[in-house]
């Protein structure tokens, strides 16, 4: 195997599609994102992508067999809307560059073949090292009118700063590219690997804009874990010399 | 020398060709599997698959002569079942994940041209961080019926979890999409780098699956001398603080 | 995206244009000139330059759009000397020497299609670990008169010695291949990583040999604020045992 | 620049010719030989090649200019055998398996295309971490015929082992697939990153082999020096605890 190639079912029809991408990344807050939505909305598989710039590993499943990692297609018609929501997610992005120039062009390319209208693409956006209680959602998108709409629904559009690494971005660039209007929904997140509460606030602006509904409960729930773990940890921490441990480093920063 | 070449003997004829892949891995339990199987059913040089992928380098041999790093096919037809049994082992395997792919699809593709049946995949599965003095063999399959068969054999199907890395899981995804049933099967292993033991426990699995015999005497001098080595080991180990160093770290774990 | 791609505006009509490579590297030289001489030339953007080995990020503008990783192409019309100026500045430069070996000959050739007569690349020597005050401008080229007319106006012409990383040697290479003279510029820098004082003494070169008319005093403020900033740090800094801490450490070495 | 490319003046006529690859390696064992046997025979210059696998940077030239790392072909004819000798010099080799493997193909194939007879490569070969006074000189060759005389010549043939990494040993194993005999000499050498001595070693048996005269006085210089910077080491260095600091660390060793 030497190239990127996307396996699809045929014949399925989507009207006006709108992409998700919620891949690895930053506080794992697009995997979360992408997995949550496609179990929600009971999306099902349009298509897999294996690259040979993926890690050369099969996963182990509970049923005895495996599967290569990949990136992931699933796709749902919205009744509210019409209109068809497709979701990207995925066990691994590309290692090199030269990988995820390869790979985020083709994603572009598949989506604007099934005639892809708009892409959101989720991340988190790692500005501080402390646990955010009420985390804010960064925006960034490629048109004007966009980056309006998004404001309006509370997302913060020209405060971040910095880089964008990986699917998140890159498909952005491609989008562009492509002339398919693109945005990137960033977290707000610290310290964690998993952070389920940066996860629920994209979640919270996506809903809107997808308009759809999505029960955020085992969200919460992975949220309040979370905080009862920081806190015995907090309890349970020596006082680090010269720099007091105040309450504050759990709370809403900047 | 640009692309993965495999060499191979024409007018070779094969019957119903089952392969065992045993490479060099965790535990190397993989190339003490394929190495054993070689020389004890003495079976012949059929193939050898060069790639600019694996290591730049030649290994020196008592003849004064010297060898390219390789991966080797051999092959033996087994009298009892009137198939052929094809070893793959080598010194080497890639090193990138694009190297991985290219290979591991060569070598599913170049099986499926000799008219291949099956294939085993060797490997090791590290769980913990001891010696295991009865290992057990853990297994995956790319079709329910085999993984049947082989939780027959007592081989424990669906309780191993993770990742299985290069060629002992990239062969088994290639054959399914090449249609081709594949199963791994996994020795479990701890901190020992050549571990004879888990070997053994895999080859008596395979012994039956083969439908051959060999004799695992040398393996049992390896197992010998390594259990009399951990011991004098745990001699002259001076005891951790706090933790004490129970005989339990040489026995069955898990 | 597989491939580096320039993407130029057709129809810009060029006089006899010279070449200024200003890229990220040692001292951040290279990208100082490159950014000033643009911003105070008030040069206009010709080209622009992807590639897949450069890093796979999107960079997020004030204007909450984003924009790939690059190298960017400017050109400006000298009124003086009626010749072109063209200007190659950028986020970054490839990580791998494949990248760095495709780029940088697409670069050369890019600038031979324009009707390319001289390429000036500048960077940053490093042959102390001390602030310079008065940075000496070292200088390669790959023709003999070239050297002769670099060395007239104070540049050392083989003085320095060892390797230029890079473009701004590797497009000196490709130059000579596909015969434009060219010529390399390189501030003495030490320990920082932005040396607008090194870039200054390049620049007090390059307005000579382009024939321009450049503003330097921003370049001044830096300096100057450079220099208060290690005069502070000098007086707070403790003094290492046996290695007394002259005041010759700040000034001009070798 | 995409591929490794091999630049040739035509018309010179080549009789019978025997290839010397002498690149950079463990003790620069190679690099001595191959710059020393390039001088004293005073070879003229064949071929350039280039690759985008070697460092992307360029040497600065005491004249002021610069020059592409490359790898270098010189070639003599020796009046006494009234055979050519091609001697490969170089600044750096390939950074990758990759690059490796398709630079040693295509030295292999572009020396056969000049009708190449024999090919010698040479290197250092690393056995302790000691200086050896009187180092030997290992060998292994493709070739039976080859073995028996290397071994009248008193190079110990079968008594190495390992790995041999880079062109000294692709380029073997090349030779042996385009059928040119092929030989690698390696040069008994310790912690010395330039090692003048082995490679002396290493020219005493070339100077038979190839029926050339070679002056080796200056490497006698170069030996001289070393050894006695490392007496006046062995005084000043202390004498580590529990580990007597013998004269023996100087001497001849296994």
């Known amino acids: 195997m030497e190239k990127t190639t996307i396996y699809y079912k045929k014949n399925i029809k989507l009207k006006d599609p709108i992409l998700i991408v919620g891949l690895p ?8 994102v992408g997995e949550h939505l496609k179990t929600s909305l009971n999306a099902k598989k349009l298509a897999t992508l294996h690259s040979p710039h993926f890690l050369h590993q099969v996963l182990m ?29 995925g066990d691994v992005q590309a ?28 991340g988190g956006y790692n ?7 009420n985390p804010r959602v960064f ?23 910095g880089a964008i690494w990986g699917s998140a971005g890159l498909i952005l660039a491609f989008a562009k590219k ?8 960033m977290g707000e997140t610290g310290m964690l690997e998993i952070d ?32 009862k773990m920081l806190k015995e940890l907090e309890k349970a921490a020596p006082q680090p010399q010269g720099e007091p441990h105040s309450p504050s480093t759990l709370s809403y920063i900047r």
Chains 1, 2, 3, 4 share one sequence.
Do not use: W
């Open 178 to 185: 492509h002339k398919i209007p693109a945005a990137c929904l």
């Open 139 to 161: 925006g960034v998108a490629t048109e004007k009118k966009e980056r309006k709409e998004l404001a309006k629904g509370g997302v913060l559009i020209g405060q971040a700063a």
């Open 61 to 89: 499943l509970k049923s005895g067999g495996v599967r290569l990692v990949n990136n992931r297609f699933y796709y749902v018609n919205n009744k509210k809307t019409k209109k068809s929501i497709v979701i990207l997610t």
């Open 95 to 122: 290692g090199s560059p030269e990988g995820q120039y390869e790979i985020n062009e083709k994603i572009v390319k598949f989506f604007k073949s099934l005639g892809g209208k708009k892409i959101y693409t989720i």
């Open 25 to 32: 990344g930053i506080g794992a807050v697009g995997s979360l």
């Open 127 to 133: 500005i501080t090292s402390h646990y955010t209680q």
């Open 196 to 227: 389920a509460n940066s996860a629920k606030a994209v979640m919270e602006k996506l809903i809107k804009i997808l308009n759809v509904e999505v029960d955020l409960s085992s969200m919460d729930k992975i949220k309040a874990e979370t905080e």
